[in-house]
Structure formats: C-alpha cells, structure tokens
C-alpha cells in the first residue's frame, strides 16, 4: 500500500526496527442471518486494535448491528502503519465507531499511517463514523480510505479533524496531515478527494478553517436523496449558530459531499448524527418492532 504515500513523506523515514503493535490491524465482516439480523460472520484483530461483540442497543433498530473499535494503546506512534478491512455482506445494515479520538503523537523523525478499505455489497447500509483525529504538535499522519459501493447500497462515511490540542495551545502545529478519499463501484473510480494540511501553510489553515477548531467531511454515498433535503436539515441544525456546513453532489452521481467547520467536534458529531437520522428515514432503514394487532372482541 505504501506506494501511494505522498513523495513528501519521503522525507522522513520511519525506523527499520518494529515494536509490538506498530501493525494493528482489523479484518471484519458483517452478514445477515435467517432472521434477517446483522451479525459478525468473521472478525481477525491485531494489537494494538480489539473488536467489542455486535451490540443491538436501539430499539427502533434492534437488527443493526453496533460495532465498536477499541485500541489499548493511548494514541498513533512514529512508524505505526494500521490497517482496517471491512466487508458489509448483502443487506447487512451496521454502525461502526470507535471509543475515543484518534491522537497522533508527535514524532521524531518518521510518520504514521493508517489505511481503510470498505466493501458495501448490494442492498447493504453502513454509518462508519469514528471520533475525531487529533494531531499533535511535530506528528506526520498518512490515511487512505478506499471506498467500494455495490449496486442498491449506502455508505456514511465520516471523518473529523482536529486544529491539534488546542485547549494545550497546539493549533496547527502538526507537521503533515495528507488525507486520501476514493470510491468506486465495478472497479470504476467514482471520485478521489485529497487534503492536505502542512504546518508550512498555518496562516492558510487559519483563514481556511475561518479560525474554528474542527474540521469534517462527510461522504453520503448510493443514496437517491436530494442535496436539497440534506440542505433543509443543515439549515434547521445550524440556525443560530456558529456552526458553518454546506453539501453538493459527488461526481458520477455516486452521492453527497459535507463539509462542516465548528467549534468543537461534539457539534460536528451533533449535526452529523441529525443528518443520518434523516438518510435513515428517506432510505427506509426500518427494523422497527411494531405492536401486535389484536382482533376486536
């Protein structure tokens, strides 16, 4: 994977000598049962990554699994090269997050990568939204995310970065934070989306993240929903705030960008959460239990 590393990351090079849990990694896939309830069909986890069992926490959806991502170590390292695979089987229908912000420590001479695959097969529906990344001062972080939709499926993908530790006075003091977004459906490209941000380019960062401390895209793809509908509900969530979020299509009719500035990640996540309880309803992911009907007497 690494030939896809930026050349400016060839400037730094990581140690030859790996310590334990610099490889986590996560193999997981997600299939329906006869009763039509999503389950873990197969799990394979690495230090420092572990797999909490599929949760069914939601009473209007108690066939969607909940998975959660954990990591016994407190943070990213230099050197570390983390690796998810997930696979939504036809018509699973699944959450996956993790339990807290990523950090990314600072670092002395390398970099830290991470890279995520995802596969929605047909008719399948996943919201993969983890805590924000938060990159400390002097750290360089690499992610890419390969995003592959089958026909009549839905991905929320979601990502949220932080300005640095800004309550420490860390703003924009990372070194490098290349972000690398694909999808595509039939080994066709549907899009790629890049960001960059370099410490070189901190008075950049500060006009362009208009001086907020979080920063978020939100990847809405295989869904015939209008931007306008989305548009309304930004609109409604963002009334009296300082909350700055707009929406537009994805090339190839493949779906909806949202990009989202704020304060905090809390009212990112906030807003977020609003805008999947909104693709949920237009989608029909129903898996509610309805009352029983009884016969008149």
Do not use: W
């Amino acid at each position: 994977m690494s030939h896809h590393i930026p050349d400016i990351f060839k400037n730094f090079k990581n140690k030859e000598t790996k310590m334990p849990g610099q490889n986590g990694t996560i193999r997981l896939e997600l299939e329906l049962d006869k009763n039509s309830k999503t389950y873990v069909k197969s799990l394979m986890s690495k230090a420092p990554f572990l797999i909490q069992k599929a949760m069914y926490p939601d009473s209007d959806y108690p066939k969607f699994a909940h998975i959660y991502m954990m990591s016994s170590s407190g943070g990213i390292l230099q050197g570390d090269e983390q690796k998810i695979d997930i696979v939504m089987g036809k018509n699973s229908k699944g959450r996956i997050t993790n339990q807290s912000a990523t950090k990314i420590y600072k670092m002395e001479d390398g970099y830290a990568s991470q890279y995520i695959n995802i596969h929605g097969q047909e008719g399948s529906y996943l919201e993969f939204v983890p805590h924000q990344i938060i990159p400390f001062k002097s750290s360089r972080f690499y992610q890419e995310v390969n995003l592959e939709v089958d026909k009549n499926a839905i991905l929320i993908y979601s990502e949220i970065i932080s300005a640095g530790r800004v309550a420490s006075g860390e703003k924009y003091d990372f070194d490098l934070c290349f972000l690398r977004t694909s999808a595509c459906r039939n080994d066709q490209i549907l899009f790629t989306d890049v960001m960059s941000l370099n410490h070189k380019d901190k008075p950049y960062l500060e006009a362009v993240f208009e001086g907020k401390g979080a920063f978020s895209t939100v990847y809405i793809l295989g869904i015939s929903i209008s931007t306008e509908r989305i548009m309304e509900e930004i609109n409604l969530a963002t009334k009296n705030t300082s909350i700055l979020a707009s929406c537009s299509s994805l090339p190839n009719d493949c779906g909806i960008i949202m990009r989202i500035l704020a304060d905090s990640a809390s009212e990112i996540i906030t807003l977020t959460e609003s805008i999947i309880h909104v693709i949920r309803t237009c989608a029909n992911i129903e898996h509610k239990i309805e009352p029983p009907i009884h016969s008149p007497q």
